[in-house]
């Protein structure tokens, strides 16, 4: 049960956490601490921990893990 999830920057491809609650926020853009770039989390190739659908919001091109 995820308290934290994590999302892989479209730039560097590095995983980082951030809190779903923040995903689930409409127009908030994501920041990677490695490259310091700011997203919205629908340009993340990889989203771990986080059901889009449970929050209401679509992330298209995004393939995402459950756990
Ligand atoms: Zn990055």
Redesign the pocket.
Same mark, same amino acid.
């Given at each position: 049960m995820g308290l934290c999830a994590y999302v892989r @920057?479209p730039? @560097?491809q590095?995983d980082f956490v951030v809190s779903p609650s923040m995903l689930g926020v409409e127009g908030i853009e994501a920041h $990677?601490p490695? $490259?310091d770039?700011y997203f919205p989390p629908g340009e993340s190739p990889r989203i771990v921990g986080w059901s889009p659908e449970r929050s209401g919001i679509s992330v298209t091109g995004a393939l995402r893990d459950r756990n």
């Open positions: @920057c730039k @560097c590095q $990677c490695f $490259c770039v």
